[in-house]
């Protein structure tokens, strides 16, 4: 959930870049692109959670402990895996929406103001969204790393059951 506003952010951005008021167009343009949001940092999570358990498991059956660099590893694997599927998830939608943007006939003013919080917030949402989650993912499970008591229980669960 910590993908929203990093898409609401560039939706409001390029909502005031562009002159528009907020309306109920402008909020359904919002609701769309934090459905979208939510649900490719659902996926960024997934991919990264498989690369680290895969490698937790590799590490594991080996008998030698999880190391940051270890840890380093599973996000550059994740995040590669993912960045074709996140571009072209976002390249559909930017097509999609453009068309919309320059668009000049009958109730076009009403679908502009839909399609820009979606085109700000896709453009920003790219931009910093694969950072942020492998940052977090470095951040929590490189704190488990060093400090294991200090760890979530079901992170510590999950060691000690694999």
């Known amino acids: 959930m910590l993908s929203v506003p990093f898409a609401l952010v560039g939706g409001l951005w390029l909502l005031w870049w562009l002159g528009f008021n907020l309306s109920v167009a402008v909020a359904v343009g919002f609701i769309a692109l934090a459905g979208v949001a939510a649900e490719t940092g659902v996926v960024m999570l997934i991919y990264l959670d498989h690369a680290l358990t895969e490698l937790k498991a590799r590490?594991?059956?080996?008998?030698?402990?999880?190391?940051?660099?270890?840890?380093?590893?599973?996000?550059?694997?994740?995040?590669?895996?993912?960045?074709?599927?996140?571009?072209?998830?976002?390249?559909a939608i930017m097509a999609g929406l453009l068309?919309?943007?320059?668009?000049?006939?009958t109730g076009s003013e009403v679908m502009q103001r839909i399609a820009v919080p979606m085109i700000g917030g896709m453009v920003s949402y790219n931009?910093?969204?694969?950072?942020?989650?492998?940052?977090d993912l470095r951040l929590g499970e490189g704190a488990a790393l060093r400090w294991p008591r200090s760890a979530p229980s079901f992170m510590r669960e999950a060691e000690t059951t694999t």
């Open 127 to 135: 931009s910093f969204d694969a950072r942020r989650h492998s940052c």
């Open 99 to 105: 068309p919309i943007m320059w668009s000049s006939g």
């Open 59 to 91: 590490r594991l059956a080996e008998g030698v402990p999880l190391t940051r660099n270890d840890l380093h590893e599973a996000i550059m694997k994740g995040a590669v895996e993912r960045v074709r599927p996140k571009m072209m998830t976002v390249a």
